[in-house]
């Protein structure tokens, strides 16, 4: 089965400084791993996703994530936080198999980031 | 930008009526999924279709709900017979026909069982 936990269910950071939302994944197989962003009342939308090769990926409004497979971990991340970014953060696996109960994105509880003007 | 359209945006039932939504995925996605999601918690899934073929259905399918992709287009998810623990955020999402595609969000539709 496939799992991603996100540990903090609150980030808080101020305008101008780095942000990290962090997301540990398990898989039986090789992971494809998604971020994606909810504002509220609104659906999910995709920023960035890691398949293969270069371990850092670079996505949509400047942000990145990192893949790290000895941790399991694919930390979202961004230089300069802007107001704007507020929002509800998702990061979601796939088994890259694709086989059985693999097909559907398992997506973690997300992590609320407030960014403090 | 056509994306992907959820409707009703909103709907408030009382508890063991009928409800269908309907959802428009982007129209050269022939992959069609159906989620669910609470407050505070992250998009669970329902069910999956590969243009009509319904090929996965989660557990929280109960024999209430019913998903229709008749024509390989639109999707309908219907609940019969609405109980409280209904209530949720209905979210619908195409993609392309490759692994590793992202999946395209509607913006969902909100159901309140009263």
């Known amino acids: 089965a496939q799992s991603v936990a996100q540990p903090e269910d609150q980030v808080n950071v101020a305008e101008g400084n780095p942000l990290t939302v962090k997301c540990t994944y398990s898989v039986s197989g090789n992971p494809y791993l998604f971020w994606y962003v909810q504002y509220p009342n609104r659906g999910l939308q995709f920023l960035l996703k890691?398949?293969?090769?270069?371990?850092l990926v670079k996505g949509s409004y400047g942000f990145e994530a990192e893949f790290n497979k000895s941790q399991t971990s694919f930390h979202l991340k961004k230089p300069s936080a802007l107001v704007s970014d507020s929002a509800l953060y998702f990061c979601?696996?796939?088994?890259?198999?694709?086989?059985?109960?693999?097909?559907?994105?398992?997506f973690g509880s997300g992590t609320q980031l407030t960014v403090l003007p | 930008d056509t994306g992907v359209s959820q409707d009703p945006r909103h709907k408030i039932t009382k508890r063991g009526q009928n409800v269908t939504f309907r959802c428009d995925p982007i129209s050269e996605h022939n992959r069609l999924y159906w989620y669910r999601q609470t407050l505070g918690q992250g998009p669970e899934f329902l069910t999956y279709?590969?243009?009509?073929?319904?090929?996965?259905k989660s557990r929280l399918l109960s024999d209430r709900f019913s998903a229709e992709r008749p024509k390989g287009s639109f999707s309908t998810l219907e609940i019969q017979r609405t109980e409280q623990g209904d209530s949720a955020m209905y979210l619908c999402a195409s993609s392309l026909d490759r692994v590793n595609s992202p999946l395209h969000f509607g913006n969902g539709t909100r159901l309140t069982v009263t």
């Open positions: 890691y398949i293969t090769g270069d371990n």
């Open positions: 279709f590969q243009n009509e073929a319904q090929l996965e």
């Open positions: 979601a696996v796939r088994d890259a198999a694709f086989s059985g109960s693999a097909r559907q994105l398992t």
